[in-house]
């Protein structure tokens, strides 16, 4: 988030910045009115002329050098080697300045002369300057830049040579070093501009502002160049001329770049380039243009001359060089894939084989887990179990004793009130003798004894003669579950209906039977309120039964899921398999394994006498679970 402070600085020096570039234009357009409406050999236009192309890059090669030394600025380097480019013209100009102001010698006189060397040198130090751009990182990036630039340079230098130039050059009584300077100066300029091209397409939108002043001074440039190499060609270049506004009116773009550079934001968001068609077909575009130009002279039965021949060598020599180049990089790019890949797919096996450990590791513990769960459910109908036979064999029988000696007592009382407390007393007892009846059905059902579906059909009816819910048993399993199985889906079953009761109080209650997939699929089903699911499948907390269900479920490899939304009524389904349903628990995890896993998993271990009723935690469970009905073995 942009600090306010921060955001009205940046308005202020865009601000300042907008007057300059009218400020430029304002000078650029006064020099061209000032410039034309003094022909001739004016002085004082004269020496406004050369000054003017004197400061122009002398502030571009300030304005550059600044950006270079400001920590704000991307492509430092690159502003350093442009503002040493502009620092070389400006000192060549101020040469000429000198010597056709001051010196009053004619244009004609000095070119060529000492102040060429100041522009002759701008031209690799420019080139070097944009080629050390951020979008060009790499040494062979920078040398495709380079084949791509001369390709076009000699494109538009054949397309040239064949329209307007040969012509001129054929009959210009001027020297060669003079037509070799002429030249240079314009197709340096294309040079740089089309790598200032290529390198707008290979920025970010954010950071290309600086590089398309830069840019169009390289044009205008361009077009001062192009206009003094055919002036001085046909020997008609006089001491001003309107086109020498576009080095000062460029130069001026370049330090107007350099500026916005320092401005604009230190860091630009990179970008993926993308390799656009056009950006790849744009070096061929002036070989085209040179085969139709090639093409239009063969037509009209004109050959070629020796300038374009060797200029036709030289692209065919740099189109060889730069497909040599892609080659070459394209086969390294193959072997430095083929090694990413092999590295990647070692990297792939060994996060497979660990991948794999860890799969095995949480099978084996998942057996485990299983196991334990088993062994739990187990001795806890274990000692349910003994617990039922304890309160039949003992206390039962001693109630049932006190009941019949209660009755006797009353048959030998004959005051009226004491027989009536023993009455009362005795109603008590057979009270609590059905009560203990039916706490003994609890705590071990008659499951294998009656059979599973009597059992649990003996349980509905007696929870719908108690006046709670309407029961109904649909369906039936071809084959009756026994033992472990039987008892743990008759007590999910039980629990299911018995929170039926609680929440659906007075609807209906279904318990659907079915063969499943090689097991026992039970359905508990009500048309109750139904209510909002945690999303969780463990009993919040003070609640065992959601927990209980699963756990028991789990434990016999089987499944358990809970349907309901408001107004909807509750769904419990539950399916254990048939393969599972004798296999031995005690067999799979002993005592010793079974403490050992309890402290594996965080739980309390029970100490080395395991009493009667005694319990440990564990983690998940939402309530302690009984280990044993007595002493360790």
């Known amino acids: 988030m942009t600090a306010p402070g921060n955001h009205l600085r940046r308005t202020s020096r865009d601000r300042r910045f907008v007057w300059l570039v009218t400020a430029a234009g304002v000078y650029a357009l006064f020099s061209v009115v000032w410039i034309g409406t003094h022909p001739g050999q004016d002085r004082l236009t004269v020496a406004f002329d050369n000054v003017s192309q004197t400061l122009a890059p002398l502030a571009a090669a300030l304005a550059c050098l600044l ?37 009053g010698q004619s244009p004609a006189s000095l070119f060529p002369s000492w102040p060429d060397v100041g522009f002759v040198t701008a031209i690799p130090l420019g080139i070097a300057g944009l080629i050390s751009l951020p979008a060009f990182r790499g040494a062979g990036t920078r040398i495709s830049l380079l084949l791509d630039g001369l390709l076009m340079v000699g494109g538009a230098l054949f397309v040239s040579w064949a329209t307007i130039l040969g012509t001129i050059y054929a009959d210009s009584a001027t020297g060669f070093l003079q037509q070799f300077l002429s030249l240079a100066y314009p197709l340096g300029d294309v040079f740089m501009g089309t790598i200032v091209i290529l390198a707008l397409s290979r920025m ?41 506004v576009g080095w000062t009116f460029g130069y001026c773009m370049v330090a107007l770049g350099a ?21 790849t077909l744009l070096p061929y575009a002036p070989m085209m243009a040179a085969g139709l130009v090639v093409a239009g002279r063969e037509m009209r039965g004109v050959g070629l001359d020796a300038f374009m021949l060797w200029d036709s060598f030289g692209i065919v020599a740099i189109i060889l060089t730069r497909q040599f180049i892609l080659v070459r990089d394209t086969r390294s790019l193959g072997l430095q894939l083929q090694q990413q890949n092999r590295q990647l797919d070692h990297l792939v096996d060994e996060r497979t ?10 099978r084996e513990a998942n057996d485990r887990r299983k196991g334990l769960l088993l062994r739990l459910v ?53 009270a609590s003798i059905s009560r203990m009846r039916m706490l003994m059905s609890e705590l071990h059902p008659q499951v294998v004894e009656r059979g599973f579906t009597t059992a649990l059909g003996q349980y509905l009816e007696q929870v719908e003669g108690d006046g709670d819910l309407h029961c109904v048993l649909d369906g039936g399993f071809s084959n009756e579950p026994t033992g472990t ?70 434990a016999l490899g089987g499944s358990w899921s809970l349907e309901s939304r408001p107004g909807a009524g509750t769904k419990v389904k539950c399916w254990v398999p048939r393969a599972d349903a004798e296999a031995p628990a005690p067999a799979m995890v002993s005592d010793a394994e079974l403490a050992a896993v309890v402290a594996d998993l965080g739980g309390e271990v029970p100490p080395p006498e395991l009493e009667l009723g005694a319990m440990v935690q564990l983690p998940g469970s939402a309530a302690p679970v009984s280990l044993g009905v007595g002493p360790s073995r």
């Not at 950071?207 to 020997?235: C, E, H, K, M, W």
């Not at 629990?495 to 659906?504: G, S, T, W």
Request: net charge neutral.
């Open 67 to 103: 950006a270079a030394r400001s920590r704000r600025t991307p492509a430092r380097r690159a502003w350093a080697l442009i503002g040493l480019s502009a620092l070389s013209w400006g000192l060549g100009q101020a040469d000429w300045t000198f010597r056709e102001v001051l010196l």
């Open 204 to 244: 970010p939108s954010g950071g290309r502002q600086p590089f398309i002043f830069l840019g169009l001074g390289i044009l205008l440039n361009t077009v001062a160049d192009s206009t003094f190499a055919y002036l001085t060609t046909v020997q008609n270049y006089g001491a001003t001329n309107p086109a020498d």
């Open 259 to 279: 500026l916005r550079a320092m401005t604009s934001p230190g860091r630009v968001p990179e970008q993926a380039v993308q390799q656009n068609r056009w950006r």
């Open 353 to 362: 084989h660990e991948l794999d450990h860890s799969l095995e590791g949480l």
């Open 378 to 430: 187990t001795l806890q109908d274990e000692e349910r179990r003994r617990l039922s036979g304890i309160i039949h064999d003992d206390m039962l029988q001693w109630m049932a004793v006190g009941h019949t000696r209660l009755q006797i007592a009353r048959r030998a009382i004959a005051d009226p009130k004491l027989a009536a407390s023993l009455d009362h007393a005795a109603d008590a007892v057979q």
């Open 485 to 554: 199985i039987a008892t743990t889906l008759y007590r999910i079953t039980c629990e299911a209906v018995v929170n039926a009761r609680k929440h659906a109080a007075g609807s209906t209650v279904t318990v659907e039977l079915r063969d499943r997939d090689a097991g026992y699929a039970v359905t508990v089903r009500d048309d109750g309120p139904g209510f909002v699911p945690e999303g969780t499948v463990y009993s919040p907390t003070g609640h065992v039964g959601l927990s209980s269900m699963r756990e028991r479920s789990e």
